[in-house]
């Protein structure tokens, strides 16, 4: 199986700032990732497909980056909004993978 | 407005048997492979398993293999998931999810979530 390890599982950041998470996969190359946002309380919500394709309705200030094994999402101009809980994905190869998750709090 | 909705959750004894239902609308939901995935409360995303259009092809995580079956009424607009020998592990919020167009197994519209509580 596909082990997906995102980093880091918790970052502190205030409104404005820029956040980088990072999700690094243990094998193989992989064709299709998704980073996904969860609220509490909430379904995720699909954000983009690696590297950078975002879905509709999806800010500008997200961003996605990577190839092969790393992939990096970034959210620029840190809104209130954007304090949740954010997954990478694999989807390359069955059993599809979830990362760990990145917490994103309120500094 | 594309909905999926979650039902048949509940409390059930270890060793017991739970039956989820899906009901979708708003797309037409025989174009799309659709999957299960869940959440322990306060834990991370695990996928359980997709089932293809169709349903002649499905794939289960190892830890509910035998155990768990899924299938679909395209006519109905229902995905279903027949979990049976329930443990403690099993407890969690399962979401029924869509799979993408292009991103097959990249998940575009997810329900609610129900919750399913194994324990004596």
């Known amino acids: 199986d596909i082990e997906m390890t995102q980093s880091p599982s918790s970052v502190s950041a205030s409104v404005g700032d820029r956040v980088t998470i990072t999700c690094r996969a243990s094998?193989?190359?992989?064709?299709?990732l998704g980073w996904y946002q969860q609220r509490p309380g909430k379904a995720p919500r699909l954000l983009m497909s690696?590297?950078?394709t975002l879905q509709d309705g999806v800010p500008s200030r997200f961003s996605g980056s990577g190839s092969g094994t790393d992939f990096t999402l970034t959210i620029n101009n840190l809104q209130p909004e954007d304090f949740a809980t954010y997954y990478c994905?694999?989807?390359?190869?069955?059993?599809?993978?979830f990362g760990g998750g990145t917490r994103v709090q309120i500094k | 407005e594309v909905q999926l909705v979650e039902s048949g959750g509940g409390l059930v004894q270890p060793g017991g048997s739970l039956r989820l239902s899906c009901t979708a609308s708003?797309?037409?939901?025989?174009?799309?492979?659709m999957a299960w995935v869940r959440q322990v409360p306060g834990k991370g995303l695990e996928w359980v398993g997709s089932?293809?259009?169709?349903?002649?092809?499905?794939y289960y995580m190892d830890s509910v293999k035998g155990r768990f079956t899924f299938s679909r009424d395209n006519a109905r607009n229902s995905l279903y998931l027949q979990m049976n020998s329930l443990g403690a592990e099993d407890t969690a919020v399962y979401f029924c999810?869509?799979?993408?167009?292009?991103?097959?197994?990249?998940?575009?519209?997810w329900g609610q979530g129900i919750r399913v509580t194994v324990s004596s």
């Open positions: 708003g797309f037409t939901f025989g174009d799309y492979w």
């Open positions: 999810a869509r799979g993408g167009r292009r991103f097959l197994q990249l998940f575009d519209q």
């Open positions: 089932i293809r259009q169709d349903g002649s092809d499905k």
């Open positions: 094998q193989g190359s992989i064709s299709w």
């Open positions: 994905q694999q989807a390359s190869t069955f059993p599809l993978t």
């Open positions: 690696a590297p950078s």
